[in-house]
């Protein structure tokens, strides 16, 4: 069963003084099962960050569809938006988004709160999450004063604890050293078996070995994609170096 279907996707940017048009996407469609967890990757330009934020909608397409679970993306108005956001779709990002002012389980309460749910229900359903992320020692401490890897986790929270459809993470391991990125991805692979979808997006051939499949986005279009199947960690983060290779000295497209 597809959760996410995008079809025909396309997205064409007017310069300021509308002289030239620089066309981000040009033709994507693919589709993500229920239980999935896929990474998208590309090169800087590749047009995976637009593809992302469509997804996220937080940009629209020029043409095409984006549906959620049979419910289109694309058309939401602008008053829906915030809260079909908060409601449907868990954020998870390279810098953490946290605010400094506010403790760890304030941050994580965020967009419980936006949506009015009452302290007790918010309570209840931090609880089992920050006991599974390790993180119910640090609830009442401020951002700056825990790890990267701590801040990362305490971000998965606030993304889990909305139960989102769809969890997308944008370069989640970039600020991490490599103790707390192996842990991060332990983790998403943990949720993922849980029955979370998941999908990222990176430059981390490391962080797409955990995925179970990835996405290769070049020149605006799906270029390639490789199936996990029973591979291991090792045996994926190969095949995708040298897809990798083969897309920057300019193999054959997938057909």
Request: glycine letters at 8%.
């Amino acid at each position: 069963m597809s959760i996410l279907e995008v079809n025909n996707l396309k997205k064409v940017y007017t310069t300021r003084f509308g002289g030239n048009h620089v066309q981000a996407l040009s033709n994507v469609s693919f589709s993500v099962e229920l239980g999935e967890y896929v990474a998208i990757m590309g090169e800087s330009g590749s047009g995976k960050t637009t593809l992302l934020n469509i997804l996220a909608s937080l940009d629209k397409p020029t043409s095409g569809e984006v549906l959620l679970n049979g419910k289109s993306l694309v058309s939401i108005n602008e008053k829906e938006i915030s809260a079909f956001r908060r409601e449907n779709l868990g954020f998870v990002f390279q810098d953490f988004n946290l605010l400094d002012t506010f403790s760890i389980q304030d941050n994580i309460f965020l967009p419980l709160v936006l949506s009015g749910k009452s302290f007790d229900e918010m309570d209840s359903r931090l609880k089992p999450i920050a006991a599974k992320l390790g993180i119910s020692g640090i609830l009442g401490n401020y951002p700056y004063e825990v790890s990267g890897g701590q801040k990362q986790r305490a971000a998965v929270a606030r993304a889990l604890i909305t139960n989102p459809q769809l969890i997308f993470a944008d370069e989640p391991t970039g600020a991490l050293d490599s103790r707390a990125t192996e842990g991060l991805l332990h983790l998403f692979n943990e949720i993922n078996d849980e029955g979370q979808t998941i999908l990222m997006v990176t430059h981390s051939t490391k962080a797409a070995s955990h995925a179970k499949r990835v996405l290769f986005i070049k020149d605006g279009e799906v270029f390639h994609q490789i199936y996990k199947a029973n591979m291991s960690n090792e045996a994926m983060y190969q095949k995708i170096s040298d897809t990798l290779t083969m897309i920057a000295t300019g193999g054959a497209r997938d057909e």
